[in-house]
């Protein structure tokens, strides 16, 4: 079995290394991968010259997918299970911090992690696999609260309708597999056009994002590299899609000096001492060749930033532009990027 790819043959592609390693480089020092998955970019930091890499992932599979491999690089990769919420507990005075968001293709073509909704599995998708499945989510959440997830977090706009199906259906019996829901989403919306994405996609990236928390994560993930990256320190974050990619956008914007205000209502931010200098102005995705190689890539986007020597503060998740579960009038979908 080739590293990286697991035994239900599903390789996982690292996204965007060429261009990740030609924004950091000259790499050395001490690395933190928060993202660690299949390894692809902790090895590629590895062989480019980190000193040692700190690999974190949630997902204890990744740790034993890698047992293959990872003695090659004896104390130089250090595998820390772990959230990246958390990465400055793991490592400090860090060169780097590189995060690179979402679910691997592992987790994701596994069926019996119930993160897709062309196989059927059982509704799990934790990627941790631990605490409140997607299942516990979808029988137990009121249908306001289950609204409000499609729409904040999977920008559906038939969330009113999916969440009453959903709680007409689970009165029934309880929705516990991935294509029962599928199912009960595809019977909201109208039948798929050619060229369109499967009517389940929102809802199900959107019960994901909730059972990881991933927006927390994100924002919490943000403010320890900050406090954990050494003066000179860089990070870099690989978005997938475009609430992740301006949540990261406005953070650098904002530790950056350049933050201004997140709408005319909020308070001007302080932008005294930057913390951060932004190497990447405009995100940067594919190009052609890997967009061919890998199409998965296509919604890729990477932003790096370099640690100023400014004491680390706090950020306002409002102000960086994370979804928050409020009523559904007034919010905004994914802004254009930049
Ligand atoms: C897109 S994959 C990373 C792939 C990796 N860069 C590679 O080249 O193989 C994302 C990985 O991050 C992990 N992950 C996602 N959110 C996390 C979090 N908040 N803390 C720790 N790991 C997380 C997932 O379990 C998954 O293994």
Redesign the pocket.
């Known amino acids: 079995m080739a590293a990286?790819q697991d035994a239900a043959g599903s390789p996982?592609i690292?996204?965007l290394?060429r261009p990740l390693l030609a924004a950091v480089a000259p790499v050395s020092g001490i690395w933190l991968?928060?993202?660690?998955?299949?390894?692809?970019?902790?090895?590629?930091l590895l062989e480019a010259g980190a000193e040692r890499v700190i690999a974190?992932?949630?997902?204890p599979?990744?740790f034993e997918m890698a047992a293959e491999w990872a003695g090659a690089y004896g104390d130089r990769l250090v595998m820390q299970p772990?959230?990246?919420?958390r990465l400055d507990q793991y490592g400090s005075d860090l060169d780097g911090v590189?995060?690179?968001?979402?679910?691997?293709?592992?987790?994701l073509d596994r069926a019996e992690r119930g993160f897709s909704f062309i196989k059927d599995g059982p509704l799990d998708m934790r990627?941790?696999q631990d605490g409140p499945s997607a299942a516990d989510l979808v029988n137990t959440e009121d249908e306001a609260r289950l609204a409000a997830i499609l729409f904040h977090y999977g920008e559906e706009r038939a969330s009113r309708r999916i969440a009453k199906a959903i709680v007409r259906e689970r009165a029934q019996a309880p929705i516990t597999t991935t294509l029962q829901l599928a199912a009960i989403i595809e019977g909201c919306l109208p039948r798929k056009k050619p060229g369109q994405s499967h009517p389940a996609t929102r809802s199900f990236q959107a019960l994901r994002i909730a059972v990881?928390?991933?927006y927390e994560?994100?924002f919490e993930?943000l403010m320890a590299a900050e406090r954990a990256l050494k003066p000179g320190g860089q990070l870099a974050v690989?978005s997938?899609h475009s609430v992740e990619d301006r949540m990261v956008k406005r953070f650098l914007q904002e530790r950056s000096g350049g933050g201004g205000r997140a709408n005319r209502y909020a308070p001007e931010i302080e932008t005294a001492a930057p913390q951060f200098t932004v190497k990447t102005r405009k995100s940067i995705g594919p190009d052609d060749r890997e967009l061919e190689e890998n199409p998965r890539s296509r919604s890729a986007r990477l932003r790096v930033a370099v640690r100023t020597d400014a004491p680390a503060g706090t950020a306002d998740a409002r102000s960086i532009g994370m979804p928050m579960l409020g009523p559904q009038s007034g919010a905004k979908s994914g802004e254009k990027r930049k």
């Open positions: 990286g996982h690292p996204v290394l991968d928060g993202t660690f998955g299949a390894g692809g970019y902790t090895r590629a974190v992932d949630r997902d599979l990744a772990g959230v990246f919420s590189v995060l690179d968001l979402g679910v691997s293709s592992m987790q990627m941790s990881n928390a991933e994560e994100l993930g690989v997938f």
